[in-house]
């Protein structure tokens, strides 16, 4: 049904979502090319929230060529009044002839209605041209609307034998500059990043954006999950001047570290715990109402075994540096067992790439395992 041409156009789509991936959230990052005659007469991308979608961009630029043209966009034209009105009634409204889309928007709002619409107007829309590639490009804004709760991707980095921390509790660095940074544009890319007590304590970490090229519009959420008020108010993850903190507890915490942790100016969100601490299905919702699509969790080794545990784990970017740590080590997974090979979690590698001495292999879950509600 799709011609070699309509998949270069397609293609030339994915990219110019791409460009929007840092500034879209919490819209989705999407591309459109109109094309009439062969020619390309328009292109555009998402812009930031509040601002005219990636159609309405393409229309602009092809003014009066959008007449009888094709127009290609990565996901559904939207069909709703949100901040800026329908792009199905702007891509009907300039006249163009035939719409090509990879995938529907999950989006309750619109989820067929926008294929629906244009096709009540009289638009041939022809759908799913590449529409893994674009499931993949989308998949924590895909997550997030349809499950409610933000996309968590674990980052790690681990030695050559797998460990995270030296027997002393030191993990800085156990990678070199190159995959330091492009930790940084994970965290550019993510809505919040997230570390557990344990790592808020040995490291003192900022979790700020500071390496590399990738600048989001606003820094990413911090969270922190203490349970019991054990992490004190004060340091770069409480500089409120750096980015916003949101710290999860429980009702084990005393009354004076919450109020020090909000007199220091961050969100305290008290919620229920379950297993070893503050409950992960909450956090994820609560952070998917705050607009976040994907949260990075960077650690520590408890709170990437609680994760994994609890069926939470969407994602893994584990960087894989040159040191050997022995077996006194922290593992990758704490309060994490496998009786045998039967029972282990499979997990299949999406990417690997090669940062000087070092590596970063993707991998996500090999079924998608409902987690434990
Ligand atoms: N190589 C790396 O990529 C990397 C990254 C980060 C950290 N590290 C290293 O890891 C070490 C710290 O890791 P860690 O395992 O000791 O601590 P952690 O995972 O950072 O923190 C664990 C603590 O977080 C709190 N917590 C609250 N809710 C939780 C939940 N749902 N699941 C799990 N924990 C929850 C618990 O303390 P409360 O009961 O007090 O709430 C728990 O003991 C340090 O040595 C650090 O340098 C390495």
Known sequence: MFSDVDGEHMEAALALAELARLIAPPNPWVGCVLVRDGQVVGEGHTLEPGSAHAEVNALAAAGAAARGATAYTTLEPCSHHGRTPPCVDALVGAGVSRVVTAIFDPDPRVSGNGVARLRDAGVAVEHGLMAQEVRRQLRPYLHQRSTGRAFALLKAAASLDGRTAAADGTSRWITGPDARRDAHRLRAESGAVLVGAGTALADRPSLTVRHGQARPPRPPLRVLLDSSG??????????????PTLVFTS????????????????????????????????????????GVLQVLVE???????????????DGLALYVGNAVLGASGAPLFAGFEVAGMDRAPRWRVSGAE?????????????AAAPPRE
């Open 354 to 366: 090669r940062m000087h001495d070092d590596g970063r292999v993707d991998s996500e879950p090999a």
């Open 299 to 313: 650690g520590g080794a408890f709170v990437h075994g609680s994760f994994l545990r609890s069926g939470y784990a």
């Open 230 to 243: 054990r992490v004190p108010a004060s340091g770069a993850l409480f500089d409120r001047s750096l980015a």
């Open 251 to 290: 009702a084990r915490s005393s009354a004076t570290a919450r109020h020090a942790w909000e007199a220091a100016g961050a969100e305290v969100f008290v919620a229920p715990e379950r297993d070893a601490g503050v409950d992960l299905a909450v956090v994820l919702r609560a952070l998917a109402e705050r």
